[in-house]
């Protein structure tokens, strides 16, 4: 009964104003509304990964009523490039249609949309994202792990097919498979540039490096070597040990273990860092600019989400900088949009230890939103699912949230959540 008068209440107390009447702006570290006064976006990552489906189902006006009814004022849309173009130059306008009816009917009910364009293990062939066609994995074998995102670290084909793309390798037709990519987000913001209910475009989700995600994983291991032997002497593990304890369950519990040190914790996390910054700053920014100058040819009003290396979502500290034009200036509208997930995400339930896991992850990525002069906002957290096992962890993300004053967006929406005891740190009033 008093769960059930939570789920009323929330409902009740959550109907807020009508649709935005202007664009969302950035003001240093914070969002502004229309009106000039802050703005805290909180919201839900809506995802149909389904080809199938359209690669938006049957998403529609009953869903954007229940995420409004849980005091939400914003959705994270996956958009998906294999959609958009689905063969070489030729951009899909019906997905944009069906995209720009989802818009409209998210305008109407005073919903924001921030557009991502999403990828997992960057393409269909192994997951979602780019096309078949601009996959370009040389035949390599692809292999899987125990979870999803091992691939990253493990599959030939992944690595590949991604380090093509960070040299901008021409695709079938002869144009590079960045420039490709830069003239897909000119397609969508040349559709939406006048659309104040989306607050702007996450350029990439989870940037991922090629054959460096395996050396930053290494370097990881060697640097929770060191660690482990400072603090505990000859009875730690040596480096090469490590990759052989984390293929058992018994191993995977004493890694764990250790990860509740927060000491032993960053020395793992600034061990990788050298690798995935040198990432950042060598591929990722260059990308993020050659992607920012094709939406500026037709888009000024709305802003770049930019989200660091895939890594920084368990902590490792990023080196993403701002994105600047041709003449040094800073473009006036960005905002960092970091992921945080904890070790034990895919892995099984929210691990106790894992609270100050995700303390140092945020004061993380707080301290790059503030040296960046940009807000802040956790584009992915939770991936609880329905598992009502997590609602304690929710809740106390959720604090966090609102200690740094930051906005989110949840992973991921689905109906069940209705009646699930997830919702009650899910669903809160926004301003």
């Known amino acids: 009964m008093k769960i059930l008068s939570a789920f009323i209440m929330f409902a ?5 104003a009508a649709a935005p009447p202007g664009f969302v702006r950035t003001s240093g570290t ?4 229309p009106n000039g006064s802050p703005l805290i976006l909180h919201g839900v990552n809506v995802a149909n990964k389904n080809p199938k489906e359209g690669y938006l189902g ?3 006006e009953s869903d954007l009523d229940l ?3 849980w005091g939400m004022n914003c959705i994270r849309l996956v958009i998906l490039w294999d959609g958009l173009e689905p063969q070489p130059g030729k951009i899909d306008q019906a997905y944009l249609d069906r995209l720009a009816k989802i818009v409209e009917l998210a305008r109407r009910r005073g919903i924001y949309v921030l557009l991502d364009l999403h990828q997992d293990l960057y393409s269909v062939k192994f997951s979602d994202g780019a096309p078949a066609w601009a996959t370009l994995d040389e035949g390599k074998p692809h292999t899987t792990g125990q979870v999803w995102d091992d ?14 793309f960070w040299k901008n390798t021409a695709g079938p037709d002869g144009v590079g498979l960045q420039d490709h990519y830069a003239r897909v987000w000119l397609a969508v913001a040349g559709r939406f540039a006048r659309e104040p209910a989306v607050i702007g475009y996450d ?3 989870e940037p991922a ?6 050396r930053a994983r290494q370097a990881g291991g060697v640097a929770l070597a060191q660690a482990l032997a400072k603090r505990d002497g000859a009875k730690a593990p040596e480096a090469q040990q490590l990759a052989a304890m984390m293929a ?3 191993g995977q519990k004493r890694f764990l273990t250790w990860m509740g040190d927060p000491a032993i914790f960053r020395a793992m996390l600034d061990g990788m860092a050298a690798v995935t910054q040198n990432f950042e700053r060598t591929e990722l920014m260059p990308f993020y600019v050659r992607v920012a100058r094709s939406i500026r040819q037709v888009d000024r009003n709305h802003i770049l989400f930019l989200e660091p290396c895939i890594t920084s979502g368990i902590g490792v500290p990023s080196a993403v900088t701002g994105v600047r034009d041709g003449g040094g200036a800073p473009d006036p509208l960005q905002a960092y949009a970091p992921h945080c997930y904890d070790l034990t995400t895919d892995k099984g339930p929210p691990d106790s230890s894992g609270t100050a896991r995700l303390k140092i992850i945020l004061a993380n990525h707080q301290a790059t939103a503030r040296q960046l002069n940009m807000p802040l906002l956790i584009g992915e957290w939770g991936a609880f699912y329905e598992d009502p096992s997590a609602a304690e962890m929710a809740h106390f993300i959720v604090g966090e949230f609102d200690h740094l004053g930051c906005g989110d967006t949840y992973w991921s929406y689905s109906r069940a959540l209705a009646k699930n005891l997830l919702l009650p740190a899910l669903a809160r009033r926004t301003r």
């Open 30 to 33: 914070h969002f502004t509304g």
């Open 151 to 164: 691939s990253y670290a493990t599959s030939e084909a992944v690595q590949t097919a991604l380090d093509h």
């Open 12 to 16: 009740l107390s959550s109907m807020l």
């Open 203 to 205: 350029l990439m989700n």
């Open 209 to 214: 490096p090629g054959i460096d995600f395996a």
């Open 248 to 250: 058992t369950p018994q």
């Open 58 to 60: 049957d998403f529609g």
């Open 67 to 69: 995420i409004r009814s």
